[in-house]
């Protein structure tokens, strides 16, 4: 089993600055493609970023190209997500995923196997 714990979000005005973490325990060898999803109220979970194992490559929606970047560190089991500029639109729950696959850096929720519990990230002047 691999358990997923978010942290970093909280409120922020428009144009500011947040850094998200997930630091993943258990069977964490097992784990490949790791991604960030978002849920805002009454919608559905979208695709937000996803990096390969390597840390080579990444996948980010269009919606946060220029303004979000997706890191990880292996060594210290945790992925980042990085979110500069933010606007009043990227305030959601956002849930960290990973699989024990190669995904492809889906953007495909199902796809993923383990999940966090959710952070949220509230943006408003």
């Known amino acids: 089993q691999v358990q997923l714990v978010e942290s970093g979000g909280g409120s922020v005005q428009p144009g500011g600055s947040l850094r998200l973490s997930c630091a993943a325990s258990g069977r964490t060898f097992s784990l490949y493609d790791m991604g960030w999803f978002r849920q805002a109220p009454g919608k559905d979970r979208d695709f937000v970023a996803a990096?390969?194992?390597?840390?080579?490559?990444?996948n980010l929606a269009d919606s946060v190209k220029g303004r979000f970047t997706i890191s990880r560190d292996n060594a210290k089991s945790t992925v980042y997500l990085q979110m500069n500029s933010l606007k009043p639109e990227d305030t959601a729950v956002y849930y960290c995923a990973a699989a024990f696959t190669n995904t492809g850096l889906s953007v495909t929720p199902r796809q993923y196997n383990y999940w966090g519990q959710g952070t949220q990230v509230t943006v408003s002047s």
């Open positions: 990096i390969s194992l390597s840390g080579r490559n990444t």
